[in-house]
């Protein structure tokens, strides 16, 4: 069976009580904590730097951590986020002057590099790089907020990525972000996705573990 990784979306969580809720919704089943990233520029929205993610460290979060970089410039932060302690780096193409430079960046900073495509960025930004992605996100919204509903376009974004990555014989995970629902989560699966970011979905329910159970029955079907 294949892999499937879960992403809780701590922009959804209790941002006085993060450290906790982070943990609550690791035990419920997440597999990787989403850590979204905006600066009021690049998107019309501000969270969180690399201080809140070294707390999340420091508070005893080991699971692997998956930065979405919603900023520009981008290559500024690399470094800060490594040191925080950031698993993956992800990062809008079209936000840095030099795309091969800053997963360089991040590769040398030992984390996993990933590009991130909003609903009507082109996939020709992978031409040249798919031998230095680890992951590739495709927004399933457009960035900037939690609880927008799923764009259906992005099913047909989704089949093109995976045929990209099994021509290239690269290990690379696609991942989707934005409206994953227990209720959706199966089509986006069958679509090619194999990591999972979900915010609302889960965070907007009192049982986590409810809401990360049904996702993964829906992945099994
Ligand atoms: C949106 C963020 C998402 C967001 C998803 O710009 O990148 O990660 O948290 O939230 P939901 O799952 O609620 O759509
Ligand atoms: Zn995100």
Same mark, same amino acid.
């Given at each position: %069976?294949?892999?499937?990784?879960?992403?809780?979306?701590?922009?959804?969580?209790?941002?006085?009580?993060?450290?906790?809720?982070?943990?609550?919704?690791?035990?419920?089943?997440? +597999?990787?904590?989403?850590?979204?990233? %905006?600066?009021?520029?690049?998107?019309?929205?501000?969270?969180?730097? &690399?201080?809140?993610?070294?707390?999340?460290? +420091?508070?005893?979060?080991?699971?692997?951590?998956?930065?979405?970089?919603?900023?520009?410039?981008?290559?500024?932060?690399? &470094?800060?986020?490594?040191?925080?302690?950031?698993?993956?780096?992800?990062?809008?193409? @079209?936000?840095?002057?030099?795309?091969?430079?800053?997963?360089?960046?991040?590769?040398?900073?030992?984390?996993?590099?990933?590009?991130?495509?909003?609903?009507?960025? &082109?996939?020709?930004?992978?031409?040249?790089?798919?031998?230095?992605?680890?992951?590739?996100?495709?927004?399933?919204?457009?960035?900037?907020?939690?609880?927008?509903?799923?764009?259906?376009?992005?099913?047909?974004?989704?089949?093109?990525?995976?045929?990209?990555? +099994?021509?290239?014989?690269?290990?690379?995970?696609? @991942?989707?972000?934005?409206?994953?629902?227990?209720?959706?989560?199966? @089509?986006?699966?069958?679509?090619?996705?194999? %990591?999972?970011?979900?915010?609302?979905?889960?965070?907007?329910?009192?049982?986590?573990?409810?809401?990360?159970?049904? %996702?993964?029955? @829906?992945?099994?079907?």
């Amino acid at each position: %069976m294949k892999q499937y990784l879960l992403a809780p979306s701590i922009l959804s969580a209790d941002f006085a009580r993060l450290g906790e809720d982070t943990a609550k919704a690791l035990a419920a089943g997440g +597999d990787v904590v989403h850590f979204d990233v %905006m600066d009021n520029h690049y998107v019309p929205n501000l969270t969180m730097g &690399p201080m809140v993610l070294k707390a999340l460290r +420091d508070y005893g979060i080991t699971a692997p951590i998956d930065v979405h970089l919603m900023v520009k410039p981008v290559d500024r932060l690399i &470094p800060d986020f490594a040191a925080a302690g950031a698993s993956y780096i992800t990062f809008h193409p @079209e936000a840095t002057q030099h795309i091969d430079r800053s997963l360089q960046l991040i590769k040398e900073h030992g984390c996993k590099a990933g590009l991130v495509f909003n609903p009507a960025t &082109p996939l020709s930004y992978l031409d040249y790089v798919m031998d230095k992605v680890d992951v590739i996100l495709l927004m399933s919204v457009n960035p900037g907020f939690g609880g927008q509903s799923f764009i259906p376009g992005t099913l047909d974004k989704l089949r093109q990525v995976r045929k990209l990555i +099994d021509q290239s014989g690269y290990g690379i995970r696609l @991942e989707v972000d934005g409206g994953v629902k227990v209720d959706n989560i199966a @089509e986006i699966a069958a679509a090619g996705a194999d %990591m999972f970011v979900a915010g609302s979905a889960i965070f907007g329910k009192p049982d986590y573990k409810k809401v990360i159970d049904d %996702m993964r029955t @829906e992945l099994e079907k």
